[in-house]
């Protein structure tokens, strides 16, 4: 009966599988461009982040979907970068990313971006930069090696380029913190929807989110397949033995229990050989055991016990013993066993 209710829950899974396969389509959820403006303007409300070093302070933003499957984003910032003043202003390129339950813009690449240094700071770095060079060129004598003199050049060289990424890669902090939709208000949660999500593109006035129930049913049972891949590779033994086990366990076994009475002509040879005859016995393959003692109520009577894998295994016992010195010694006993 368990069995039964097994292959029918088992049968009712596979035509689920296969329904959602063969019917469950496609689905989108689209995302308007006031929506992800709306999440923009909470960032913005939200005050300056810091991001290596950079402090950027957003004053403004504004984002465009475009048909050409990205969004612009319009941007105007104050960054503070090694205690240093800018400003920002420039247009982005984004896409978006899901992370569960949220969709957040990503793949943020600069277009267009200005960076102006207000005219105060600009006359410190300038003078900053003027004062370490000279030190360079008075101390570039004494260094030990041309390669020491170009790194300590490439400080002043370089610092300015590598301000600006520094800004520019804490822009794109700002935003890609952004979570633009929660795909739980959907109703959607948001594990199964990162296995279903399929396809994310633009249009002018939506960003569409395309999600697979087949794919997120393709992808759920490929962890299973190599769950259990992991599992049959670990405990490929354990199943083996395990149905061996079974096999020998649910295959009838021949066991006989009873009792012998040697006369007492033979009782000394008996006991000589029963040792040997026993040990010889449990030796052969197919022999779960085989005992024989003494009855403490009887004189010349052993209690018996022989259990073999099968019939043929005891016929071959039965033959082994046939021509041997044990045979000789037992023939005038009188057995008395029941068979199992």
């Known amino acids: 009966m368990f069995k039964k209710i097994l292959l029918g829950l ?9 329904g959602v396969f063969l019917f469950a ?6 995302i308007s461009e006031a929506t992800v403006q709306d999440a923009i303007n909470a960032q913005v409300a939200r005050g300056p982040i810091k991001h290596l070093g950079v402090e950027i302070n957003p004053e403004k933003a504004s ?3 475009r048909d050409d499957n990205t969004a612009a984003i319009t941007a105007k910032f104050d960054a503070t970068a090694f205690g240093y003043p800018r400003q920002i202003d420039g247009t982005f390129q984004s896409g978006l990313r899901y992370k569960a339950p949220r969709i957040y813009l990503n793949n943020i690449t600069p277009i267009d971006v200005d960076i102006t240094v207000p005219e105060e700071t600009q006359s410190e770095l300038d003078e900053l ?8 060129e008075r101390q ?5 090696s041309e390669k020491n003199a170009e ?17 520019v890669t804490g822009t794109y902090a700002v935003f890609e913190r952004i979570p633009v939709y929660d795909l739980n208000n959907a109703g959607y949660k948001g594990r199964l929807a990162t296995l279903a999500l399929k396809d994310v593109s633009f249009s002018e006035d939506y960003a569409t989110v395309t999600l697979s129930p087949a794919q997120a049913m393709a992808k759920v049972l490929g962890m299973i397949g190599l769950a259990l891949l992991v599992v049959l590779y670990f405990g490929h033994r354990f199943f083996i033995q395990y149905a061996v086990d079974k096999v020998v366990k649910d295959k009838p076994l021949k ?6 009475d040697v006369p007492p002509a033979d009782r000394a ?3 000589l050989a029963l040792p040997e005859h026993t040990r010889l016995t449990n030796a052969e393959p197919g022999c779960h055991y085989f005992r024989v003692i003494p009855d403490p109520t009887i004189e010349g009577r052993y209690q018996v016990e022989e259990c073999f894998d099968d019939q043929t295994a005891y016929d071959r016992h039965v033959e082994r013993t046939r021509k041997t010195k044990w045979a000789h010694i037992t023939r005038n006993i009188k057995r008395s066993y029941k068979t199992f």
């Open 10 to 18: 088992a049968l009712l899974l596979v035509i689920l599988i296969s």
């Open 25 to 30: 389509k496609d689905f989108t959820i689209q």
């Open 63 to 65: 984002i465009d979907f």
């Open 129 to 136: 930069k003027s004062t370490v060079r000279k030190f360079l």
């Open 140 to 144: 570039r004598d004494n260094l030990k």
């Open 151 to 167: 790194t300590l050049e490439k400080i002043i060289g370089d610092n300015a380029e590598d301000l600006q990424k520094s800004i």
């Open 255 to 260: 066991k006989l229990y009873g009792y012998v």
């Open 269 to 271: 040879d008996f006991a």
